[in-house]
């Protein structure tokens, strides 16, 4: 476990180091090939089988006699920027610290790889922060740099491929074997089951650095990036296509708009009545069924109130009149005089009230 650990933290350190301006290529296609190193140091773990507690781990780290150097050489990687002063890191490997604090890490040339190495390393090993589970030990100063000189950052990744290329030679893994499993990291970043833009984009992005920043270092892992590139164009022209073609059949449809959109009337029979949805007979309340209680008397008793005796007496009229009543005559007509008592007819008298009425002389 201690030296899985070791080698966790190595692994881990990195990702410290970041480009100081997003744009400059140079210092990404540096970056990049520091990236190259990690992964060798990876698949040189899995080889010996460092995360392993089966009997497939190489017994030969348990003893001493290998041990210690494989520590050390891990251990000069991982504090070879922390041992030194801010200028003497500045004026031997061209690396500052960044202006701005972050704790996030570089993204990992290969995270397949370094995703898998953290799972089988998180498994074996007692973990009590989140620190454990990225792998960097509590012990480490985590210092973040970044490139100041590409010309002296050069240097800084070619001691670090140095100490790589012992690491390997100590413990006999045959270059065959690294060179294998590179060639196969780089050709998986070009397959897709199932695309995705972003990780497409991402993966596309680094196998254009892999591309040119191994040209020279690496020509193997240089021309092994031309098929999962062109596996990748195809991937996105065919997406293009399958978009393009579905934007064509969504214009060539025809969309009806909400507004004109009507509901559709019900035809009617004619029949008001028969149209008309037949009403529920209302249920009597509960304080109406009091009221109509007559506590002992009989419908036709005697009203208490003097208006409910006038319209009873109204509703008698109304029901003796007969119904063959004269019908009501015109009002344009002129109303006959009324009689007196005697039959005679009665005659305008002039009110006493008023003065005598003068006379023509």
């Not at 589970?133 to 050069?154: C, E």
Request: aromatic share 6%; net charge positive.
């Amino acid at each position: 476990v201690d030296l899985a650990r070791v080698f966790s933290t190595c692994v881990e350190s990195f990702g410290l180091i970041h480009p100081s301006k997003e744009w400059n290529k140079q210092q990404h296609l540096l970056i990049t090939l520091l990236g190259i190193q990690q992964g060798r140091l990876l698949i040189w773990g899995d080889v010996l089988g460092i995360t392993d507690s089966s009997p497939a781990r190489d017994t030969r780290l348990d003893q001493p006699i290998f041990r210690e150097p494989i520590e050390e050489r891990l251990q000069t990687i991982t504090f070879r920027l922390s041992r030194e002063t801010k200028a003497v890191a500045l004026s031997k490997y061209g690396l500052k610290p960044p202006k701005r604090f972050t704790s996030e890490y570089e993204r990992a040339l290969d995270i397949n790889r370094l995703g898998a190495f953290r799972t089988r390393f998180w498994a074996m090993t007692p973990h009590d922060s989140w620190k454990d589970r990225r792998g960097v030990g509590v012990t480490v100063t985590q210092t973040h740099w970044t490139i100041a000189d590409n010309t002296k950052f050069s240097d800084y990744v070619a001691a670090v491929r140095t100490d790589v290329d012992d690491l390997i030679s100590l413990m006999g893994v045959q270059d065959e074997q690294i060179d294998r499993a590179m060639k196969h990291d780089i050709k998986a970043l070009g397959w897709h089951p199932v695309f995705d833009k972003g990780k497409a984009a991402r993966d596309m992005t680094s196998l254009r650095l892999i591309r040119d920043a191994c040209v020279q270092a690496y020509p193997a892992y240089s021309a092994e990036t031309k098929g999962a590139l062109k596996y990748l164009e195809e991937e996105w022209s065919d997406n293009y296509a399958s978009m393009r073609a579905s934007r064509r059949q969504s214009e060539a449809t025809p969309t009806v708009p909400k507004g004109s959109m009507k509901v559709p009337e019900k035809k009617g029979t004619g029949n008001a009545k028969a149209d008309a949805t037949p009403l529920k007979p209302r249920k009597q309340g509960f304080l109406a069924s009091l009221r109509q209680l007559s506590f002992g008397k009989t419908k036709n008793s005697t009203p208490r109130s003097g208006n409910e005796k006038t319209s009873t007496a109204n509703s008698k009229t109304l029901t003796a009149t007969p119904s063959t009543t004269d019908p009501e005559r015109s009002k344009s007509a002129s109303e006959a005089k009324p009689d007196n008592e005697d039959g005679e007819a009665l005659m305008p008298q002039r009110s006493m009230s008023m003065t005598a009425v003068p006379t023509g002389r």
